[in-house]
C-alpha cells in the first residue's frame, strides 16, 4: 500500500502533467519538469514567445476548498525565485539579447463531474535578477 507522501508525489507528477499539456495547448514549449536546486525547486519550466516561464503548478481534488492558487505561500515563492536564479545561471541566459523571464502559476480543480478546470495566472511574481 503506497503511503501518504508516495499519493501526493503521484498525484503532484499527474497534476504537473496535465499542465504540461494544458501549456502546449496554448503554445507553450516545455523546456524542464521538477528543476532543483539548493534551496529551490520548480515544477515545470517552459518556453513562449521569447520569454523562459517558471512555472508553479497546485492542484486541488474538490473545487470547494477554493483555488489551488491560494497554496502558494511566500516560502513557495522564495524557493521558486531560487531555483529559477540558479537555472539562469546555470544555462548562462542572463546575457541572451531579448531574452525575457517571468513567473507563471497554474492550478488545477478536479470538477465534481471528473472535468478539470484550468486556473492561468502570468507574471504571479517579479522576474528573477540574473
Keep these: 500500500m503506497a503511503t501518504a507522501p508516495d499519493e501526493r508525489r503521484k498525484t503532484g507528477a499527474a497534476a ?16 524542464c519538469r521538477n528543476y532543483a ?39 513557495k515563492r522564495k524557493r521558486a525565485r531560487n531555483a529559477a536564479a540558479h537555472y539562469i545561471a546555470a544555462n548562462d541566459l542572463s546575457d541572451e539579447p531579448g531574452l525575457e523571464f517571468r513567473f ?7 470538477q465534481a463531474d471528473g472535468k478539470l478546470r484550468f486556473e492561468h495566472v502570468t507574471d504571479t511574481l517579479e522576474p528573477p535578477r540574473p
Design 16 to 31: 504537473e502533467n496535465e499542465a504540461a499539456k494544458y501549456l502546449r495547448r496554448k503554445g507553450y514549449r516545455i523546456l
Design 37 to 75: 536546486a539548493t534551496g529551490g525547486e520548480i515544477d515545470l519550466i517552459a518556453f513562449s514567445k521569447g520569454t523562459v516561464v517558471f512555472v508553479e503548478v497546485k492542484y486541488r481534488s474538490r473545487d470547494d476548498s477554493g483555488s489551488p492558487l491560494e497554496a502558494i505561500d511566500e516560502r
Design 104 to 110: 507563471d502559476a497554474v492550478g488545477i480543480t478536479e
